[in-house]
Nanobody
Framework: QVQLVESGGGLVQAGESLRLSCAASGTIFDISAVGWARQAPGKQREFVAG???????NYADSVKGRFTISRDNAKNTVYLHMNSLKPEDTAVYYC??????????WGRGTQVTVSS
């Protein structure tokens, strides 16, 4: 099993930045891809960013150019650098990992609130 724990969320003003962290533990060797999704109140969960084991990154159009996903293998941690935050970015952000056996693991989420 894989356990994921997010951190770094908080309340910021529009235009400011945050860095989210996702610490992974368990059968980390089985992870083939990692990513971030978010869910705003009253809306469905949406894809934000993804990163494969080959460091191929993908982003939602709404965050492209502002967010950057990265990883530190030595620390077993995935990051989401969020710049130029907008009120529309307000959501609970969830870390997720895809195993090589096609199982997807989720963290419990961290709240990001961007005030106008």
């Amino acid at each position: 099993q894989v356990q994921l724990v997010e951190s770094g969320g908080g309340l910021v003003q529009a235009g400011e930045s945050l860095r989210l962290s996702c610490a992974a533990s368990g059968t980390i060797f089985d992870i083939s891809a990692v990513g971030w999704a978010r869910q705003a109140p009253g809306k469905q969960r949406e894809f934000v960013a993804g990163l494969t084991s080959g460091d191929s990154a993908n982003y939602a159009d709404s965050v492209k150019g502002r967010f950057t996903i990265s990883r530190d293998n030595a620390k077993n941690t995935v990051y989401l650098h969020m710049n130029s935050l907008k009120p529309e970015d307000t959501a609970v952000y969830y870390c997720n990992a895809l195993s090589r056996s096609s199982l997807r693991y989720w963290g419990r989420g961290t709240q990001v609130t961007v005030s106008s």
